[in-house]
T-cell receptor, first 114, second 114 residues
Framework: AQKITQTQPGMFVQEKEAVTLDCTYDTSDPSYGLFWYKQPSSGEMIFLIYQGSYDQQNATEGRYSLNFQKARKSANLVISASQLGDSAMYFC???????????FGKGMKLTVNP | DAGVTQSPTHLIKTRGQHVTLRCSPISGHKSVSWYQQVLGQGPQFIFQ???????GRGNFPDRFSARQFPNYSSELNVNALLLGDSALYLC?????????????FGPGTRLTVL
């Protein structure tokens, strides 16, 4: 069964510093997609970045990049140059090929200090 | 372009009552998924609809039902409400129902059952 693990309950980072949010996953399906979402206190899930299991390069979207290590089954999110507005809950999620559902981790809270 | 919209934003009900939550997908998106997020957890998959057909159902009781209309909007119905149904209900839309397709979330409906 597919599973996402986020073990960091919370992190604090100084503004303008880079931060890495950890995510490990478990699946027996060779085809899958990995997603990161940001959830501010308002509640809306905001899509950040996607990595496909067959993608040869790590995904990047602006200040976000995904450190995809397939053999280790990890998909860590890297945020460069943190901003105060980055303070939020961050969720890693996976969707197996042919599956209709996203499976989410428990999330982790990032706080960016001025 | 307008994002996913959900109504109402907040709702208070008592045990045993029925509730209907509504979702309008992003224009051009034909798939709608529903998730339940209880406090402190990641979202849990409830349903996915694509082209008005149910494509998947999560581990939720039959009190939960949904449908998708010809204009691709969707309703989630919950009967015989329990205290444990109190949660943020998120709707997500995607262009297709394929696993590589990113799901974009609405702001959610926060349901409180007293």
């Amino acid at each position: 069964a597919q599973k996402i693990t986020q073990t960091q309950p919370g992190m604090f980072v100084q503004e303008k510093e880079a931060v890495t949010l950890d995510c490990t996953y478990d699946t027996s399906d060779p085809s899958y997609g990995l997603f990161w979402y940001k959830q501010p206190s308002s509640g809306e899930m905001i899509f950040l970045i996607y990595q496909g299991s067959y993608d040869q390069q790590n995904a990047t979207e602006g200040r976000y990049s995904l450190n995809f290590q397939k053999a280790r089954k990890s998909a860590n999110l890297v945020i460069s140059a943190s901003q105060l507005g980055d303070s939020a809950m961050y969720f890693c999620a996976m969707r197996e090929g042919g599956s209709e559902k996203l499976v989410f981790g428990k999330g982790m809270k990032l706080t960016v200090n001025p | 372009d307008a994002g996913v919209t959900q109504s109402p934003t907040h709702l208070i009900k008592t045990r045993g009552q029925h509730v209907t939550l509504r979702c309008s997908p992003i224009s051009g998106h034909k798939s709608v998924s529903w998730y339940q997020q209880v406090l402190g957890q990641g979202p849990q998959f409830i349903f996915q609809y694509y082209e008005k057909e149910e494509r998947g159902r999560g581990n939720f009781p039959d009190r939960f039902s949904a449908r998708q209309f010809p204009n691709y909007s969707s309703e989630l119905n919950v009967n015989a409400l329990l205290l444990g149904d109190s949660a943020l209900y998120l709707c997500a839309s995607s262009r297709t129902g394929f696993s590589t397709d990113t799901q974009y979330f609405g702001p959610g409906t926060r349901l409180t059952v007293l």
